[in-house]
């Protein structure tokens, strides 16, 4: 053992003294690239190998950047100074690095450097440079972007920037991305970033910009203004048509739609989180309809409707459009005329009263429409609308009195959510019409024949029934019918959902036991029946493939001998907490919570009750033992015994005394003829 580690030891330091006269620094090598960081360096190692791409300095001690970085000039392409505490940089320091392209100096001290009122001298070949994090303010940027004519990427942001001067980039034309996110940008000079050519990503967002008037900036493509305070946006009235792909004007303080470029590519619009009100806000003394962003410098512009009303802004390359959160009460359906490529709609968190779409409102691409949490009663969807709808999100509304063919008309719709509402679910009856005759059913809403529909979430409706073949030809995978307690479930309610469903929510319904053979189903693998008032399971057919079971908060006693040895078969996870379960009713069920393979992720809170000392008391189930249950079995099979001798007993001496007594009387006894 001994000899074993020396050996060890000497062959360490033989390979220690193999690499020492190589490790000249604390740096570490990696083909080309050299990575000194976080080692608490004060300065730049002198020896550092030739010809290296990259060198990682970021995390140290650094104060000044002076010529020790020369010797390198030739070959370095990659510099990283972040988070040091550099204030001084030596002018003229980069002008040779012919092949320095990304220059990374952010979370230092440069505001020291600035105040100097140096320049950092030019920065020929730098494309990329960060320079976030040093507390420069309003003036300070020109020190280091006066002559960086390759300069394309440059980022600013978390800096105190409150001025956006005319000339700030008057040295770096090239620039085509600018990151000015989280400074306190109130002002943006005119000029500023229209001689950017090749500007094409502009990131304002979390400044405190409060409106943008005349915007003019058509080559970029993507411009973040989200988390300023801005009430108003306002295009510059342009017939060029603006390259504008993506606009993020969320979480702001907009009270109208913005005033978008009149020819626009513009596929992705974010308003949401502001306090838009509507896209109509009432009619003006022309008459016409006048929407939103005409009114955006509060005065009514004089610029036309289409001839049918529709406003002129043509949206028909936009994809996603994202108002929820705002104060929207109505849409009409005009307004979506010209989104013919819109996928993705989200209006959630608006307080519209009533959504409709008709054939001219041509959403026939969306896929996704949120309309969660709004004040919906009417929802009316005319046939051939909505083509691609995949998505439908209703959640928190009053809907209760919908057209029964409401939804079997989306002819691509996978999954509907409308949970927290007040919805009947129809029913079928062979004999009579489609859905329901009027007189059992009124009101209701059907969900029959839907051959796309999947996913189904109608939990918390208030639901008083659900009705026989409720889904018949609709071969759901997931039904939620939670927290509609009291719900009355037909027997048949999930006939035709034999071979599809997988998942199903019964609970918080307060059933008192389960009306449908739900064992039937032959797809079903996971099942909540948490909160209802089960005192046990029905028998269980051998063929079930369930592997989750969520029994929690119900009124158990126990498992019969024959749903513990099929569901053992297939089952994963169980949850059991919070019944009344018996510990020695069934062994069979005893070992399968104690010892089988099942998963009972709240075992620890599963609690029993058996009776000791002729007292109830409730224990942890795994503490149960079994020879405990074994003697009580014991007792009551003697108490058992007891009870049955005594009662024989009795019958024997009552028959025997019967007997006596007739012997007693049969001599005095009539004979009757
Ligand atoms: C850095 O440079 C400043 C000004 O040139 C000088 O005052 C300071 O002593 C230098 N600090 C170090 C650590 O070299
Ligand atoms: C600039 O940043 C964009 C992404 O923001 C990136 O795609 C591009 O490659 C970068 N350009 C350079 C020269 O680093
Ligand atoms: C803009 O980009 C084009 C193509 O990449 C380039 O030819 C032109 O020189 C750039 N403009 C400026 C001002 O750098
Ligand atoms: C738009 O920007 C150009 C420079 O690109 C400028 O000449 C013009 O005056 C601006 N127009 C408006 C309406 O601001
Ligand atoms: C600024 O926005 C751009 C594009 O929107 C994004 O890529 C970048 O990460 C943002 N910057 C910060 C600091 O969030
Ligand atoms: C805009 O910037 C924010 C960071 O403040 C970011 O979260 C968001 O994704 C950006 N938007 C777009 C469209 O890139
Ligand atoms: C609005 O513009 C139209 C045509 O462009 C013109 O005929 C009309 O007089 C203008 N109305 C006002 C109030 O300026
Ligand atoms: C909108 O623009 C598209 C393509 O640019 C065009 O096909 C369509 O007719 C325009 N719609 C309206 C209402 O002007
Ligand atoms: C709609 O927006 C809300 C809030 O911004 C968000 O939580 C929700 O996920 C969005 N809907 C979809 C379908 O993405
Ligand atoms: C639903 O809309 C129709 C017509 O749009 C209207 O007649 C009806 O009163 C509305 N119903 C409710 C409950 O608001
Ligand atoms: C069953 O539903 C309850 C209530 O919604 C939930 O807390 C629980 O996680 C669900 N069980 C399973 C296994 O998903």
Known sequence: MAMYLLLLLTAVSEVEATFRPRQLSPCRVEEMDVYCNNVNLKQIPSELPPGFHKLDLSENLLQN???????????????????????????????HMDNLEVLDISRNFLDVFAQSKTEIGPLPSIKTLDLSGNNLYTGMTVYFLHDAPALRNLSLSGNSITKIEANTFSGSLALSNIDLHNNVVLEIEDGAFESLQNLSELNLSMNSITCITDFNLSQLKL????????????????????????????????????????????????????????VITGADENDYISYGWFKATNQPLNRTLLDNGVPFTNLSSLLYLDMSYNEIKSIPVEFFSSMGSLEFLNLSNNCLESFTSSSSSSLNSLATLDLNFNALRN???????????????????????????????????????????????CGWYPRLSNWGSTVQEADCVSFIGIPTLRYLYLSSNAMRSLPQYAFRQTPLLLL????????????????????????????????????????????????????NLLT??????????????????????SLQYNVVLVLEKTLKTLYLAGNRLSCCSNPRFLHMVQ?????????????????KNSEYTEISILRVAQDECDQQDVRSISIIITITTALALTVVLVVLSKYCHQRRLRPEGSYKA
């Open 65 to 95: 950047i002076t010529l020790e970085l020369l010797p390198f000039k030739d070959s370095v392409q990659q510099l990283d100074l972040h988070s040091n505490k550099i204030q001084f940089i030596q002018p003229g320091l980069f002008q």
């Open 223 to 278: 411009l973040n203004l989200s988390k300023n305070s801005i009430e108003s946006f306002h295009t510059a009235e342009l017939d060029k048509e603006y390259d504008l792909l993506y606009l993020d004007l969320s979480e702001n303080k907009l009270l109208y739609f913005p005033e978008l470029p009149k020819r626009n590519r513009l596929m992705y619009l974010d308003l949401s989180r502001n306090i838009i009100q509507g």
């Open 379 to 425: 929802l009316s969807f005319a046939e051939n609308t909505l083509w691609a709808l995949k998505q439908l999100y209703l959640k928190g509304n009053n809907l209760q009195i919908l057209a029964p063919d409401t939804f079997t008309n989306l002819h691509s719709i996978q999954v509907i959510d409308l949970q927290e509402n007040h919805m009947s679910v």
């Open 480 to 531: 939620d019918l939670s927290k509609n307690p009291g719900i009355e479930v037909n027997s048949k309610a999930f006939s035709g959902l034999e071979s599809s469903l997988m998942y199903l929510s019964l609970n918080g319904n307060n059933l008192p036991a389960l009306n449908p053979d739900l064992s039937l189903l032959a797809s079903l693998k996971n099942l909540n029946l948490s909160g």
């Open 536 to 557: 046990g399971l029905p028998p269980w057919s051998k063929d079930s493939p369930l592997e989750v079971l969520d029994l929690r908060n119900n009124v158990l006693i």
């Open 595 to 611: 010892k089988s393979v099942i998963d009972i992720p709240d075992i620890d809170s599963v609690t029993c009750q058996y009776v």
